[in-house]
């Protein structure tokens, strides 16, 4: 009998479909546990709110993939918030606002990127220092006040709906589309898998590492970015706390989508899987009436297996 159900298994891939399988338990589960999560209304908010997680989640996909990591992600989706706010309350339209406001944090993400592939500071050290000066900067822009927003047609950016979508949806599936694209069926793609893989490897087959690792951060600063204006469009001001706690969010919801913190290993659909899992705990634990402090516990629980599973396949793959 072992032998039988050995068989039934034997093919298939855990880490490929695991998370998929979860997600569709999950809301098989949570859908008869609470009727109201399956209503239109109720995916719909959920989609709404998973977007500007889903968008971060999309940029930490290519940098994770490199082998790399990008903490400062919440505090540039605060800064470009801000960024915006002011210009506007400066006088200066809404479309140049947010040009320099993206422009500003692909700047970030350059500096990480320099930061990292040619001064050889480890990612986590580079970017939580960047943590600590966008906090700073915001401050200096906010005087560490609320801006409100003081152009109402800002708000259309995330308050707006394409039929009965809302507009954050629109643009988080669009972003969902040119990630996969990207990584997929362009060149681009495939040198950032090949440099999570092995660095050596790439450097011989002439790819150029260092540009590759400047070109993730730069994507995921942009990203970022936009996410911080469609957060800054839908709360009509900027806070010096707006996008605490997205970085640790959007990185959660890479790892447990699949995607290997090794690098050379990932998949922007299977981010979309851990981003909406992210998402759907919360939700069912909110229809639940479960307190917020065990919604931590099961996230963290949830990450810890689901990195310990890929670290385990890794060791296991080195042995063999």
Same mark, same amino acid.
């Given at each position: 009998?072992?032998?039988?159900?050995?068989?039934?298994?034997?093919?298939?891939?855990?880490?490929?479909?695991?998370?998929?399988?979860?997600?569709?338990?999950?809301?098989?589960?949570?859908?008869?546990?609470?009727?109201?999560?399956?209503?239109?209304?109720?995916?719909?908010?959920?989609?709404?709110?998973?977007?500007?997680?889903?968008?971060?989640?999309?940029?930490?996909?290519?940098?994770? $993939?490199?082998?790399?990591?990008? #903490? /400062? !992600?919440?505090? *540039?989706?605060?800064? +470009?918030?801000?960024?915006? =706010?002011?210009?506007?309350?400066?006088?200066?339209?809404?479309?140049?606002?947010?040009?320099?406001?993206?422009?500003?944090?692909?700047? $970030?993400?350059?500096?990480?990127? #320099? /930061? !990292?592939?040619? *001064?050889?500071?480890? +990612?986590?050290?580079?970017? =939580?220092?960047?943590?600590?000066?966008?906090?700073?900067?915001?401050?200096?822009?906010?005087?560490?006040?609320?801006?409100?927003?003081?152009?109402?047609?800002?708000?259309? #950016?995330?308050?707006?709906?394409?039929?009965?979508?809302?507009?954050?949806?629109?643009?988080?599936?669009?972003?969902?589309?040119?990630?996969?694209?990207?990584?997929?069926?362009?060149?681009?793609?495939?040198?950032?898998?090949?440099?999570?893989?092995?660095?050596?490897?790439?450097?011989?087959?002439?790819?150029?590492?260092?540009?590759?690792?400047?070109?993730?951060?730069?994507?995921?600063?942009?990203?970022?970015?936009?996410?911080?204006?469609?957060?800054?469009?839908?709360?009509?001001?900027?806070?010096?706390?707006?996008?605490?706690?997205?970085?640790?969010?959007?990185?959660?919801?890479?790892?447990?989508?699949?995607?290997?913190?090794?690098?050379?290993?990932?998949?922007?659909?299977?981010?979309?899987?851990?981003?909406?899992?992210?998402?759907?705990?919360?939700?069912?634990?909110?229809?639940?009436?479960?307190?917020?402090?065990?919604?931590?516990?099961?996230?963290?629980?949830?990450?810890?297996?689901?990195?310990?599973?890929?670290?385990?396949?890794?060791?296991?793959?080195?042995?063999?």
């Amino acid at each position: 009998m072992p032998d039988k159900i050995k068989n039934v298994f034997k093919g298939f891939n855990f880490r490929e479909h695991g998370v998929l399988i979860g997600f569709i338990v999950l809301c098989t589960i949570i859908g008869f546990l609470t009727p109201d999560f399956l209503s239109v209304r109720n995916i719909l908010n959920l989609l709404r709110q998973s977007s500007i997680i889903g968008i971060i989640s999309m940029g930490m996909t290519f940098v994770i $993939i490199s082998g790399n990591f990008d #903490i /400062s !992600v919440g505090a *540039i989706c605060g800064l +470009s918030g801000a960024v915006v =706010m002011k210009l506007m309350t400066m006088g200066v339209p809404i479309v140049p606002a947010i040009l320099i406001a993206l422009a500003a944090c692909m700047c $970030i993400g350059l500096v990480n990127g #320099i /930061s !990292v592939a040619k *001064i050889g500071i480890p +990612s986590l050290i580079a970017t =939580m220092a960047m943590v600590t000066i966008l906090k700073g900067s915001i401050l200096i822009i906010t005087g560490g006040y609320p801006i409100s927003n003081p152009v109402p047609a800002y708000t259309v #950016i995330a308050q707006s709906y394409v039929g009965f979508i809302p507009t954050p949806i629109i643009l988080f599936l669009f972003i969902i589309i040119i990630a996969q694209f990207t990584l997929t069926k362009t060149k681009i793609g495939s040198h950032v898998y090949s440099v999570g893989g092995n660095q050596v490897a790439s450097r011989l087959s002439g790819i150029n590492v260092d540009k590759q690792k400047i070109l993730v951060f730069v994507i995921n600063g942009f990203a970022a970015g936009l996410a911080g204006i469609i957060l800054s469009s839908r709360v009509a001001s900027a806070t010096i706390a707006a996008g605490d706690g997205y970085d640790l969010d959007a990185i959660a919801s890479v790892v447990i989508g699949g995607t290997s913190v090794s690098g050379g290993e990932g998949s922007a659909l299977r981010t979309v899987l851990g981003v909406l899992l992210m998402a759907i705990i919360g939700n069912s634990f909110n229809l639940l009436g479960i307190d917020t402090k065990f919604q931590y516990i099961f996230r963290g629980m949830i990450i810890l297996l689901a990195v310990g599973f890929d670290s385990y396949n890794k060791k296991k793959l080195q042995n063999v």
